[in-house]
């Protein structure tokens, strides 16, 4: 069973971890592989660490636990960040990041993440959300699936290489919220 929690401070070397995996397994063949092979889950903690102390703009992290697995960091086998939008004119609210371990992928974990993210940007008043992907992520339809549409795509230079992000935002946030009601979810 996977719960969805409220981070906490203690979470954030967990949070290091998937972040780090989460690129090594995504990224493969699109990024280079020696920035892909330079990433640090202590570096990634501390900005984590930082995040949920300064909690800026309503910065919030939920987690996905695994319940009754060998899994190091307390089970976290996922997690997602926001707050309110860093681009405004793009939509009220962010998700700024979301990771999942590959292993459990296709299980709704994502799609629960995305709901308690909507809610929490709802109760900061966002009226509508959005996130940046890059255009060579292979889990871009999941943002696609949950209703959003491609608002936005700027060139960027990014390890090195220049690449596309493409905003995807769900205007109104009832989309989002709507799309990730609870629904009966496999175990």
């Not at 960040?81 to 992928?105: C, K, M, N, Q, W």
């Not at 109760?123 to 996130?131: I, K, M, N, R, T």
């Not at 060139?155 to 596309?164: Q, S």
Request: proline share 4%; net charge positive; hydrophobic share 40%.
């Amino acid at each position: 069973m996977v719960t969805i929690r409220r981070a906490r401070s203690g979470d954030a070397p967990a949070l290091g971890r998937v972040h780090v995996a989460c690129w090594r397994s995504t990224y493969a063949g699109v990024l280079p592989d020696d920035y892909l092979s330079s990433l640090s889950a202590a570096r990634e903690t501390l900005g984590y660490e930082r995040g949920m102390t300064e909690r800026r703009g309503g910065h919030a992290a939920f987690v996905a636990v695994a319940d009754n697995l060998e899994i190091p960091g307390g089970g976290v086998v996922g997690f997602i960040t926001g707050g309110l939008s860093r681009r405004p004119s793009i939509a009220e609210g962010e998700v700024e990041t979301l990771y999942l371990l590959d292993d459990f992928h296709e299980r709704g974990i994502g799609r629960r993440l995305m709901r308690a993210m909507a809610s929490h940007l709802a109760s900061l008043g966002a009226q509508s959300a959005f996130a940046w992907v890059l255009e060579h992520n292979p889990s871009r339809w999941f943002y696609e699936r949950l209703g959003a549409r491609l608002v936005a795509r700027e060139e960027m230079l990014f390890a090195r290489e220049k690449t596309t992000q493409l905003a995807y935002a769900w205007d109104p946030i009832h989309t989002l919220l709507t799309a990730t009601a609870t629904t009966k979810l496999p175990r």
